[in-house]
């Protein structure tokens, strides 16, 4: 187990979510993924059908000593997961492609940790995708991203993208808000390892942590952008959305935290899309309560967001928004930042007033 | 020195911090010279927060505020309210545990039906974030609770939040604070907290609670518990010392204050006159409890004004019945009568053996008869046994005493003669005025004569800075306090063991000892 450092991990909060944290991690089949399913994106540079694939997994190596505070994944893994049940997950997988000229593979961890996924499987996914497929991308957390541990990616037969989840380039974010154990110094020695492999990197970001403000938040998104896009192929914003067993939804069941509006994402991605690199959001549960949604509900807005992701073209985002009465939301946004802590404000106050009588 | 208080009623101060902004008061969340946002963190009033990430409640039992110069914020307030007897639990660590050392800003609540149940608990500031919010909602705030309308409220809002903070700054400054918590009952929230804080703090409340305010209005049931109502029947019990050879006569009380004065009570001793001086005479009442004859002209006694409708809750009762075992647990009386009408038979049982209970009623003249015949046997045969002893002033003025002071006074008052001048009683000791009694308020006052007694005693001492006390002397100039004094005590002051005079306590003795404003005591001679 790796030795985290102290000044990357804020007790407090590493146990909170420590806690929550189911003990038993089910047993569920190991020779099949968690799930397959197809979706678009455009990592070759232009919209396409990818196949997502969720291996499972013995999970993150974070988990033995915490999580992040918005990271359900927790919740997909097996506590026995060997080399040749994850072989049978490659071979699922190898079976599921139907014509998709993409993968992209998440694992509830990292596709780098040898000890999640073994070299020999890495290789065994490599050989078996690499005839079927143009492009593949994998995640990890930076630990794992050294020369030594990533060389032989140079050499699978496609491109490779690496996604890391970064979630802000803000220290003090990530130690005192996500948990994420890691620091944005990590990030940009991973950073370039990968640019010296001559790897690609698509860059995470989480838009509104817990506790921060989604003022803050949203400046927070922008200025992460900023500081990455140089160094990413391209940078996925994704909104918050509530996981089982995590601190963030332990809050939001309690009226202490709500997603990000809409509107904010908006900003983020019109703010972002002229940093030089590619920025976009595919959000997961959007317009629902669990996910990133306005007060009223906004199904054009939504559609906008991932229609201009995938095309890179933000005119009919930005002509949208810009027509758009935001002075409510701005107003409520401004409020917000003004107060140190950050719950659901509409839900609180609604609590606290019905208390009270009504004329 | 930026603190500078004006007032104190219990917890809640008034005054002005830094030179600019009154307290209690609601911040204005959109004034960023009031509460600013910048790349180095908050800054409130002036004072610098830094960067704080707040955490919930359940995450962090222990930091609760985050402390600044004077200031403490204490960011959950919308958290912690939606259980009242938290948020208690975290103003008593931060605030009541910490002797008037600071101010407390609250953020989170902007309710205005909640803001007279903070300040009483002693929360100088909140601001209007939350009452902009629920303004974007269009929803109004009319004194009768809140309401849906169809335009922008915001400014009506604000004006009405605004409003109910500096009524409550008057009302500290007149000692009116508590009967408006008590009467302003449009949230349940605000309830809860005042009740959490008379059942489970009145112990931190009974030491900064005045000893006296202008008037009660016990219109709810909440009156029941004030602190100086409990402390009143506490002390009752604790230290009241009746005038021995009596036979104590329980009697209901009337609107009328002081009771005697009352038409009721004037027929009921014009049919008993003859046996008075035998008798100690007790009114049986709600929400004081019991009231020895002697007390009628003091604090609460006469200050008092409840609905009454010939119907007792169970709570009023259950506090009557209580005081009057425990008053005669601690007293015993040659003989007891009780002469009381229907609606306070309940107290039958908590009579001490042997008692004479007459249910009657002073309208009527034959039910009077009836107690005037039971007194006369009484009396006839107590004297026969030589268990009574009349009653005089001076006595009942001892009585009045033990109450106000302690019972270590008893033994000094014994010395002392009684000098009546104009509608004052002097109490002298070799022609030296000691102590005066005044009617009207039914309260001793004391003179620089008697001070020494205090001093032996080590009760009612301000100490203070070497300096000769004029009309007031502020908190500044105090430097210890005896933990004894309640705001409009009676105190001594002292120097080095050096007597330099008497007044009234303005502030409780934690306010005095650690504030470095405001007047501490006002001096009498």
């Given at each position: 187990m790796a030795v985290w450092k102290e000044q990357m991990i804020n007790r407090e909060l590493s146990m909170t979510v420590k806690k929550l944290m189911p003990e038993k991690r089910a047993n569920r089949d190991p020779d099949s993924p968690v799930s397959v399913w197809k979706e678009m994106d455009r990592i070759q540079g232009r919209p396409e059908q990818s196949t997502v694939v969720i291996f499972r997994t013995t999970g993150c190596s974070w988990y033995n000593f915490s999580s992040c505070s918005?990271?359900?994944?927790?919740?997909?893994?097996?506590?026995s997961v060997t080399e040749e049940n994850l072989m049978k997950q490659v071979d699922f997988l190898s079976d599921s492609l139907?014509?998709?000229?993409v993968v992209k593979v998440f694992t509830s961890g990292s596709f780098l940790d040898p000890i999640e996924i073994p070299v020999k499987v890495r290789e065994y996914f490599f050989q078996t995708i690499s005839n079927k497929v143009e492009k593949a991308l994998i995640e990890s957390r930076t630990e794992y991203i050294t020369e030594k541990n990533i060389s032989g990616l140079a050499r699978t037969g496609i491109p490779v993208r690496i996604a890391i989840g970064l979630e802000s380039a803000d220290d003090n974010i990530v130690r005192?808000?996500?948990?994420?154990?890691?620091t944005f110094a990590k990030f940009l020695e991973a950073a370039s390892v990968i640019k010296r492999m001559k790897l690609e990197l698509r860059t995470y970001l989480l838009l509104k942590p817990p506790f921060v403000s989604e003022k803050d938040a949203v400046n927070d998104a922008i200025e992460s952008v900023r500081k990455v896009s140089k160094l990413s192929n391209d940078v996925s914003v994704n909104p918050m959305n509530i996981q089982k067993n995590t601190l963030v939804e332990k809050l939001w069941k309690r009226g202490l935290y709500r997603p990000p509006r809409l509107w904010s994402l908006a900003k983020v991605l019109l703010d972002s899309s002229k940093s030089g690199t590619e920025v976009l959001s595919y959000p997961t549960?959007?317009?629902r309560d669990r996910g990133v949604h306005n007060d009223d509900h906004d199904q054009k807005l939504l559609d906008l967001i991932v229609e201009s992701s995938l095309s890179q073209n933000f005119a009919d985002l930005e002509a949208y928004y810009n027509s758009a009465d935001l002075s409510s939301y701005q107003r409520m946004i401004e409020l917000e930042s003004t107060n140190l802590f950050q719950p659901d404000f509409r839900k609180l106050l609604s609590r606290t007033a019905s208390a009270s009588m009504y004329v | 020195m930026v603190l500078e208080d004006h007032f104190i009623f219990g917890f809640a101060r008034s005054g002005v911090y830094n030179k600019s902004y009154s307290y209690p008061s609601v911040l204005d969340s959109t004034d960023r010279s009031v509460i600013g946002r910048e790349n180095s963190g908050i800054t409130v009033m002036g004072n610098s927060f830094g960067k704080p990430f707040s955490y919930p409640d359940f995450m962090n039992r222990n930091t609760k505020g985050l402390l600044s110069g004077d200031i403490e914020i204490i960011p959950n307030g919308s958290e912690l309210i939606q259980r009242p007897a938290r948020f208690l639990k975290v103003i008593e660590e931060e605030l009541w545990k910490t002797g008037f050392s600071r101010l407390i800003y609250v953020q989170g609540i902007s309710d205005p039906y909640i803001l007279p149940a903070l300040i009483y608990s002693g929360v100088s500031f909140i601001d209007d974030s939350f009452a902009r919010m629920e303004s974007e909602g269009r929803i109004k705030y009319t004194i009768f609770g809140r309401k849906k309308v169809d335009y922008d409220p915001l400014e009506e809002n604000l004006e009405f939040l605004r409003s109910v903070a500096e009524q409550c700054a008057d009302a500290i400054k007149s000692g009116t604070l508590r009967d408006i918590v008590e009467k302003f009952q449009v949230s349940s929230k605000a309830i809860e907290l005042l009740r959490i804080m008379d059942f489970k703090y009145f112990n931190e409340f009974e030491k900064v609670f005045p000893s006296r305010t202008d008037r009660i209005r016990a219109n709810s049931i909440e009156s029941l518990m004030r602190p100086d109502l409990v402390r009143y029947r506490d002390q009752l019990v604790r230290d009241f010392v009746p005038p021995s050879g009596k036979i104590a006569l329980l009697i209901p009380c009337s609107a009328?204050?002081?009771?005697?004065?009352?038409r009721s009570h004037m027929k009921l001793l014009t049919h008993i006159g003859e046996f008075r001086k035998f008798l100690h005479e007790i009114i049986v009442t709600s929400p004081v409890g019991l009231v020895p004859r002697e007390l009628e002209e003091g604090y609460p006694a006469r200050y008092y004004d409840i609905p009454v409708i010939g119907h007792w809750y169970e709570d009023e009762k259950a506090m009557m019945a209580g005081l009057i075992s425990s008053y005669f647990g601690k007293n015993s009386y040659p003989g007891t009568i009780a002469f009381v009408p229907e609606d306070l038979e309940f107290i039958e049982p908590s009579l001490p053996d042997g008692t004479e209970f007459i249910r009657g009623e002073i309208s009527s003249s034959g039910d009077l008869e009836i107690l005037r015949e039971k007194i006369g046997s009484m009396v006839a045969s107590l004297k026969e046994k030589g268990m009574l002893i009349p009653g005089t002033r001076m006595k009942a003025i001892t009585s009045i005493a033990s109450f106000q002071f302690g019972p270590w006074i008893v033994p000094k008052m014994e010395n002392l003669k009684r000098v009546v001048n104009y509608d004052f009683d002097l109490l002298t000791e070799n022609g030296k005025v000691m102590l005066v009694y005044n009617p009207s308020n039914g309260k001793l006052t004391l003179n620089r004569n008697a001070a020494q007694w205090f001093v032996a005693e080590g009760k009612r001492i301000v100490e203070i800075d070497d300096f000769k006390p004029t009309a007031n002397i502020y908190a500044m100039g105090v430097l210890n306090a005896t933990s004894d004094i309640r705001q409009e005590d009676e105190v001594v002051i002292v120097h080095r063991g050096e007597i330099r005079g008497v007044g009234i306590a303005k502030m409780p003795y934690e306010a005095m000892i650690n504030l470095k404003k405001g007047i501490a005591v006002k001096v009498r001679n």
């Open positions: 918005m990271c359900g994944y927790f919740n997909d893994v097996s506590s139907s014509g998709s000229k005192n808000s996500i948990n994420k154990g890691s549960g959007g317009n | 009328r204050k002081p009771y005697s004065e009352s």
